[in-house]
């Protein structure tokens, strides 16, 4: 089944500063990356999505980007602030296994005033 | 408002009792999900539905089983209750392909304490 790597764990950075934050997928036909954001107490909520007709996608602040060949995708924060701090976490899903997400293992991201 | 509800939010329970966690949703999905999640931890799926009679085990053993004899409503139920079972616990259900939404929403999360 597909296995999803993310990294790093945790990430701190300077307010104002980019964060990036990786994954890697081990089934070369997953289709659908979505990039889901949870606050303390609150549940994952969208931030961003792309599915595998497309290189990057950009949302105001956020963008990710992937690359099928390599099988990896990746969220990138510009301009970060503190109420970006949250738990990110990656997934992806694949039609041959129904659609289901397979969940990376998430990202703890601290923005420091 | 189509969204997904879960109750209780927040459920102290004796070891051995028999509970069931309620999941409704109103957005006419055919999928839905349950996860097991310590707070800001990994998301564990334990059981999942395709449609109406339709369930599956998910990636995370577990002791708690699953329903869904109506579209919008999904329980899962643990048989007696162990604080091992103490999590977190997210219900989810998302659109198929092709419909206008993709996504896959959560439902608010039942908090289980098991003493």
């Known amino acids: 089944g597909e296995n999803v790597e993310q990294h790093p764990s945790t990430l701190s950075v300077q307010e104002g500063d980019s964060a990036v934050i990786k994954c890697t997928y081990s089934d070369s036909a997953s289709n659908y990356f979505p990039w889901y954001k949870q606050e303390l107490g609150k549940r994952p909520q969208l931030i961003i999505d792309i599915r595998s007709n497309v290189g990057e996608k950009k949302d105001q602040r956020i963008a990710v980007t992937l690359n099928k060949t390599a099988k990896h995708f990746s969220l990138h924060i510009t301009e970060t602030q503190p109420e970006d701090s949250a738990v990110y976490f990656c997934?992806?899903?694949?039609?041959?296994?129904?659609?289901?997400?397979?969940f990376g293992g998430g990202t703890r991201v601290l923005v420091k005033p | 408002e189509a969204d997904i509800y879960q109750t209780p939010r927040y459920l102290v329970i004796g070891t051995g009792k028999k509970i069931t966690l309620e999941c409704s949703q109103t957005?006419?999905?055919?999928?839905m999900y349950w996860y097991q999640q310590d707070p800001g931890m990994e998301l564990h799926l334990i059981h999942y539905s395709y449609g109406v009679n339709s369930t599956e085990k998910g990636d995370l053993s577990s002791e708690s089983t699953v329903s869904r004899i109506r579209t919008e409503h999904f329980p899962l139920t643990l048989e007696s209750a162990r604080p091992s079972h103490t999590s977190q616990y997210l219900c989810?259900?998302?659109?198929?392909?092709?419909?206008?939404?993709?996504?896959?929403?959560f439902g608010p999360g039942t908090r289980l304490t098991v003493t």
């Open positions: 989810a259900s998302r659109g198929d392909l092709g419909q206008t939404s993709y996504e896959q929403y």
């Open positions: 997934a992806a899903s694949t039609k041959a296994a129904g659609n289901k997400l397979t």
């Open positions: 957005m006419g999905h055919d999928k």
